[in-house]
């Protein structure tokens, strides 16, 4: 009984013992217990290549345990050469070229003569910026081609070779840039942006022909081609299955709609058809009708249209533009009150729970100062007057942008007040009793108004109320600026001018010009300009003020034999740097890149580097401003001033950075003439214009080109009292007046030694 029991419980389980039996038998059947005795020819090859140390014989005595011998790598070294050239790697400029990234969508425009200038100008001001890139297609250009255009014309206005040669030219030129191509009439209006999310979430690999299907003409067959008043994607994939039958197609389709031609050519060789929905993403699209008015439009297909359709002239297409706009807006509103929304409702969950969430809800918080000296001061303004100057002046008239920024903020506020408490009250504006703002680096500019405000009850009641509003102007998202190329191996031309008064400092700058420059062999050139005075000048043939420096300079070329340094004598009552610049930059030419110094700038590598990537010609001049230690007397007194420090901001302790001096300036010379031609009208009805101003005021009323105005901590002067000429302009004379003032000590400095002086004087 206990047998069968026993039997019965393991009866399930026989199969699979059964076949673990089998299954282990058959493997030791299969197993060659002799392992070793035939040779093997996988080993002897890899014994015969060397990788293995030693004979065969003994890697098969190893079984004995005898004449065994380890597994040792052997290296093989590396020998050039001699008789194969070498073969330079050229990299690409832009990493996505070497990876093979592309640009997700390019947007061509199909225009005739007729509509270029109206039509195709209202797509290049509305929509054409949004894209990565547009082009404007047409048969015949125009006499008057509109600026900031891409215009190409393929010289034959009928409608199917403009396709064709569009088609053509997009796979040649722009085939492998290029992920997407959209391809739309001058008549279609176009959400750039929402194309471009569109494109975003379809696969790149893939042939695809999208936009609105329309049948041919005749019904009869079951493929669709894609109406170009609405616009339609090609992936860059067909496009180039596409390119090898465009010739055939041309010849043998005959149709009078360039779309339809297309659609034709793509099925018959393609064999795909247009369709408006892929991978779940719709092309989406509307019919405008005849007379509609974009701003009472207000349906859901419009709102969510990629493509409107007709656009019948370019006033529509503006009031379109607008309306979209609208739209956008709205949208975007309603995403931030959401995000806000959600925001404050999960803010219970964060360790700080609902005292952690500030206002306005989602924006960085209120920047907190770690020291009293971080802390951010506010600026006190009225209507009239800002109680905070840029020369230091404790009050100045409101103008120019900061009158525009107070107007508009008290414009939002009542605004925003009367969205909060209609229809219970209205509110206007009387007047602004009190106004604050600072500008917090974290979040943006922060206002204050205390308004006085003149309140409107449903009834009709009115009352003078006062109200405190806080607003905040954002930061919005950083923009990269797009700029020229530009390299740190660009000739610098230094011009130095010298003066009798001067001379004294040649001798340290030029020192450091030499250890810095010419010991480092830097691309850099130096020129002197000696600044006689008309009574030094009559006596240069028996006494020259510039002999001792033109010694130096000898002493300079003689101990470096390849190095020349010239100089060019002027002789002027009055040294402006405009007069002085207009001689130099005749004896150069315009793609010169200047660095205009002073005797006491101490001229070193890393601000070259600087001056050639800041100045950019055609683009942008740049003015650093240097930081100018303060006078030893003041500071140091009766102590020793303390050894250097090896950190770099050590050294930028006992000093500022003197924002009122601009005689250092890195400009290529081709922007100074430029700028010094249209000048020239203004100096034929004021010729004393010269005299009062320098090159920063050139550069900031005659050029157009960005002037790069910032701090150089590499350009460190010495202190140095400097001897400020009354025959400048009183502009030019007050800037070297407070120079000298203020690079005498800070307040601390200045209040000690002053304390100092008390005590002594009362003793």
Request: overall charge negative.
């Amino acid at each position: 009984m206990r047998l069968s029991s026993v039997l019965a419980l393991f009866r399930p389980a026989l199969p699979l013992i059964l076949g673990l039996s089998l299954g282990c038998s058959l493997s030791l059947l299969m197993v060659s217990w002799t392992q070793g005795d035939a040779d093997d020819p996988c080993r002897d090859e890899l014994a015969k290549g060397g990788l293995f140390l030693g004979r065969g014989d003994d890697q098969r005595g190893g079984r004995d345990g005898a004449g065994e011998v380890d597994f040792q790598p052997r290296i093989v070294p590396y020998h050039k050469d001699p008789n194969k050239p070498h073969k330079k790697v050229l990299r690409t400029r832009y990493i996505h070229t070497e990876l093979g990234i592309r640009e997700r969508l390019l947007a061509g425009v199909l225009s005739s003569r007729a509509t270029l200038n109206t039509l195709a100008v209202a797509v290049n001001r509305t929509v054409a910026h949004h894209f990565h890139r547009t082009f404007f297609f047409t048969g015949l250009r125009s006499p008057k081609v509109p600026h900031g255009m891409a215009v190409i014309a393929h010289g034959d206005d009928r409608p199917v070779w403009l396709m064709y040669e569009t088609v053509r030219h997009l796979h040649q030129h722009y085939g492998s840039e290029y992920d997407w191509f959209l391809l739309a009439q001058d008549d279609t209006y176009m959400q750039a942006d929402r194309l471009s999310e569109l494109v975003g979430h379809l696969g790149a690999g893939q042939d695809l022909y999208m936009g609105r299907a329309e049948e041919f003409i005749g019904g009869e067959e079951k493929a669709r081609y894609c109406h170009g008043g609405y616009g339609y994607l090609l992936s860059r994939s067909l496009l180039a299955r596409l390119q090898p039958h465009l010739d055939t197609c041309r010849n043998d389709i005959l149709s009078v709609r360039p779309d339809e031609w297309l659609g034709r050519c793509i099925i018959d060789y393609l064999g795909l058809s247009c369709v408006e929905v892929h991978q779940g993403m719709t092309y989406r699209y509307f019919e405008l009708g005849k007379n509609a008015d974009p701003e009472r439009e207000d349906s859901l297909p419009f709102r969510n249209a990629f493509t409107v359709h007709p656009v019948s002239d370019p006033n529509l297409m503006y009031r379109l533009h607008k309306r979209f706009s609208q739209i956008e807006l709205e949208r975007t509103y309603q995403q931030i009150q959401d995000l806000q929304m959600q925001i404050s409702n999960l803010s219970h969950m964060t360790p700080e729970g609902k005292a952690g969430v500030t206002w306005p809800i989602g924006l960085n918080s209120p920047f907190k100062p770690k020291t009293r000296f971080e802390v951010i001061n506010w600026d006190y303004f009225t209507e009239e007057h800002i109680y905070s100057c840029t020369d230091g002046s404790p009050k100045c008239e409101m103008r120019g942008a900061d009158r525009a920024d107070v107007s508009a903020i008290l414009e939002v506020a009542v605004e925003r007040l009367n969205e909060h408490y209609q229809p219970q009250l209205r509110f206007r504006k009387r007047r602004l009793l009190n106004g604050y703002r600072r500008f917090d680096p974290t979040r943006g500019m922060e206002y204050v108004l205390d308004l006085a405000l003149e309140a409107f009850t449903q009834k009709g009641h009115n009352q003078v109320i006062a109200k405190r509003v806080n607003l905040l102007r954002p930061l919005s998202a950083v923009e990269i600026i797009p700029m020229p190329y530009v390299t740190e191996a660009t000739r610098v031309q230094v011009i130095l001018p010298v003066t009798a008064q001067d001379q004294d400092f040649v001798g340290n700058f030029l020192d450091m010009y030499v250890t810095n420059t010419l010991d480092t062999h830097d691309n850099v050139l130096l020129t002197f300009l000696f600044i006689y005075d008309p009574f030094d000048a009559q006596r240069v043939s028996q006494t020259d003020v510039f002999a001792g420096v033109k010694s130096m300079i000898g002493e300079v070329e003689k101990r470096y034999g390849d190095v020349k340094i010239p100089w060019i004598s002027v002789k002027t009552e009055v040294p402006s740097q405009v007069k002085l610049m207009d001689i130099i930059s005749k004896k150069h030419p315009v793609d010169t890149l200047f660095f205009l110094s002073s005797v006491w700038t101490e001229v070193n590598a890393d601000f070259l580097n600087r001056c050639r990537m800041n100045a950019i010609s055609n683009w942008q001049v740049f003015f650093p401003v240097h930081f100018q230690e303060y006078n030893p007397a003041v500071i140091y007194r009766d102590q020793q001033p303390s050894a250097s420090s090896t950190f770099a901001s050590e050294s930028l302790r006992d000093g500022h950075f003197d924002r009122h001096v601009f005689d250092e300036a890195c400009f290529y010379n081709a922007d100074y003439m430029s700028a010094r031609t249209k000048m020239a009208a203004d100096i034929l009805e004021n010729e004393e214009l010269m005299e009062s101003m320098d090159v920063y005021d050139i550069f900031v009323r005659y050029s157009g080109l960005h002037v790069f105005r910032a701090v150089e901590p590499a350009l460190i002067q010495k202190y140095v009292r400097r001897a400020c000429n009354p025959r400048f302009s009183e502009d030019i004379y007050h800037r070297c007046v407070l120079s000298n003032l203020e690079s005498l000590g800070s307040r601390s400095h200045l209040a000690m030694a002053l304390f100092e002086q008390e005590q002594a004087n009362s003793t």
